[in-house]
């Protein structure tokens, strides 16, 4: 910058002033622009830098009376309880084994049904098809938590049709084992439809020419994806890939807390660290730990979103985010 | 180009019929799995109530009734939730998008020399969180909005991924088309009114619908800052309806039924159904815009 006022010596050119005054200028010269983004800026202002100076209680012995400021210090304790807390690995664990079990049948589903989305030529079948693959991803968890207590739940039609026909009662809601199961159709009934619109994006943008040729040369269908349109699909699907994995530390709370709530029977493979987190608001003890699981969970989740966006670099410099 | 793909169809071989049969099939197969807790849904709406326990949760129901409908309408707390819903959703759109477009607009134009601080400044909260319970408490204890109905809206007033996918919209708008306009001696707001906005209908739509869809299905925020009942959306009301007793004898309160002879299960139900229905219908009309609005965003970010 200062480069460059050295160089332009013509003092006309006044557009290259640096310091404050050239702020000022660039301020008043957009101000129309600049005032439009204050509201938006005073809002992340409050509702997103606000809550970080709350991270402070991770570092204090909190008392809901005293507040943040007036609780006293109490240097590390609060990560020494988490880490010594009975079961906070499985929490960790259960946070990235669903997240990972999603991840991969999610990419799985999106791309074979894109695939297919793409090879329905009748155009009606095709619309129908997408708008009702779609549409789950509109439906809030809690509607899905109604349909899967009238499938699952003690009169549900699965359950019943298990004990008449096995004599033996599934108890779905009160078995642990059965859920990473029944979360991972339920993300794919939810989100797979909803994924395949990238991916059908990215596939009708290819180069045609390359279809024809291959049409030309006698390829069959199956050919052609398997030459032409996966490999031209791999760098989209490990950007977004990398781009989920950098979130693999966040559990979904919608999800789990619609579906499973306070039902403690399940915890052992559903509880997250976002539900976790969530139980100390409700009983509103150890708020310092639970806010220590948070701040861990967010640097663990920046460093992987900084790592994983470096390795994007790597493979597509084009579609890194920073 | 019309000879070679006509030349194709007339010589499909077994292979591409087959081909052709599984790909149908498996769509069709998804579809099915999709729709089928739906079917449920609907039809156990108007199931008899006794029969739940024997014959499960039926997609054509074995005693038809619409008691459960009947109910519903007459439930005044499910008439306020649904109010409370619209007005959030209404509203709440309403503002997202204003402070959302206000935001996306000027940092989607080259010439605003500090747009990368801001998008920075913006960018950063989506890395890096206080977490819930200090949200919890700047909500609560410093800004006192427990138990009003704004902390429905306010609080998730905006999104940081909505903005971005809004400003990669107006990003790929060309620059012509304001251009002209400035030499008329427009100023900014006048262009983003009368030209940008026009243009970007799908953009719009599309982040408008995810706003929307944000606040029609909402319930956390009800659940953790409100207490008094009248404030309750519809979707939290379907939660508490699931979870717990009380909220069926709160139910049997305001309907004046008998606690006992309630249909508990096709009154879950029948709320259900009212509560997608709406989404049900604007969906198909939404969707013609959110596939092109979406990808285009997608693409570019």
């Known amino acids: 910058m200062e480069k460059t006022t050295v160089r332009s010596v013509k003092p006309i050119n006044t557009k290259q002033k640096t310091g404050i005054r050239g702020v000022g200028q660039e301020l008043w010269k957009n101000r129309l622009l600049y ?28 008392s809901y009376k005293k507040g943040i400021w007036g609780s006293e210090w109490c240097g590390l304790k609060n990560f020494e309880f988490l880490f010594n807390y009975k079961g906070v690995g499985q929490i960790f664990w259960n946070t990235i084994y669903l997240n990972l079990l999603f991840i991969i049948t999610g990419t799985v589903f999106s791309i074979v049904l894109a695939l297919m989305f793409v090879e329905i030529k009748n155009k009606i079948y095709n619309k129908t098809v997408q708008t009702i693959a779609i549409f789950p991803h509109f439906v809030s968890w809690t509607v899905v938590a109604m349909f899967l207590s009238g499938i699952i739940g003690g009169s549900g039609t699965l359950t019943q049709w298990i004990s008449q026909n096995f004599g033996s009662d599934p108890a779905f809601y009160s078995n642990a084992s059965w859920w990473p199961l029944i979360l991972v159709l339920l993300k794919i009934w939810q989100g797979a439809g909803y994924g395949t619109i990238v991916y059908v994006a990215a596939i009708t943008g290819f ?109 597509e410099p084009e579609s890194a985010i920073f | 180009m019309s000879n070679t793909t006509g030349g194709t169809k007339i010589k499909k071989t077994t292979g591409e019929v087959i081909f052709d049969i599984v790909v149908y099939a498996f769509a069709a197969l998804f579809c099915i799995y999709c729709l089928y807790p739906f079917a449920i849904i609907l039809g156990s709406s108007f199931e008899t109530e006794t029969n739940f326990a024997n014959y499960g949760f039926p997609i054509i129901p074995r005693d038809f009734t619409t008691q459960a409908y009947k109910m519903v309408l007459g439930d005044s707390q499910i008439f306020k939730a649904y ?187 029948a709320t259900t159904v009212v509560a997608i229905g709406p989404v049900v219908f604007l969906y198909p009309f939404a969707q013609k815009y959110f596939t092109s609005g979406l990808t285009v965003g997608a693409i570019k970010g």
């Not at chain 2, 909005?145 to 940081?160: C, E, N, Q």
């Not at chain 2, 427009?186 to 262009?191: P, S």
């Not at chain 2, 309907?255 to 299960?265: E, K, L, Q």
């Open chain 2, 83 to 269: 109010g409370v819903t619209i007005f959030t959703t209404v509203v709440g759109t309403l503002i997202s998008m204003a402070l959302t477009i206000t935001m996306a607009y000027p940092l989607s134009l080259k010439k605003l020399k500090y747009r990368n601080v801001i998008t920075f400044y913006v960018y950063f909260t989506m890395l890096f969180g206080g977490g819930l319970v200090p949200s919890y408490l700047l909500i609560t204890r410093t800004l006192g909005m427990k138990d009003s109905i704004w902390v429905l809206i306010i609080p998730v007033a905006f999104g940081a991924w909505n903005m971005f996918l809004m400003r990669n919209f107006f990003a790929g708008i060309p620059v012509e088309l304001s251009e002209s306009a400035y030499m008329d001696g427009a100023n900014d707001l006048q262009i983003l009114i009368k030209i940008i906005l026009p243009v970007s209908v799908p953009g719009i739509a599309t982040i408008s619908l995810f706003y929307a869809l944000g606040y029609w299905n909402q319930w956390f925020n009800a659940m953790l800052y409100l207490d008094s009942a009248d404030l309750f959306p519809l979707q939290y009301l379907l939660m508490r309806m699931l979870r717990n007793v009380e909220a069926m004898r709160e139910m049997a309160r305001t309907t004046g039924v008998a606690m006992g002879s309630i249909p508990t299960n096709s009154l879950r139900m």
């Open chain 1, 207 to 315: 180069d045609q020419s390359m279809y024809e040729a291959a049409k030309m040369d006698g390829a069959t269908r199956l050919q052609t994806i398997t030459r032409i349109t996966l490999p031209m699909l791999k760098t989209t699907v490990i950007m977004l890939t990398i781009m989920s994995i950098g979130k693999i530390f966040a559990g979904d709370f919608g999800m789990i807390y619609a579906l499973v709530g306070d039902n403690s029977q399940l915890y052992a493979t559903t509880d997250v660290i976002d539900t976790f987190v969530y139980r100390a608001l409700r009983q509103l003890n150890n708020m310092g730990m639970r806010t220590a699981t948070s701040l861990f969970q967010s640097i663990v989740g920046l460093v992987m979103v900084v790592a994983t966006n470096a390795l994007a670099k790597k493979v």
């Open chain 1, 35 to 62: 005032a439009m983004t204050l509201p938006t800026i005073i809002w992340v202002a409050i509702f997103c830098y606000v809550p970080m100076y709350g991270v402070l209680i991770t570092f204090k012995d909190f």
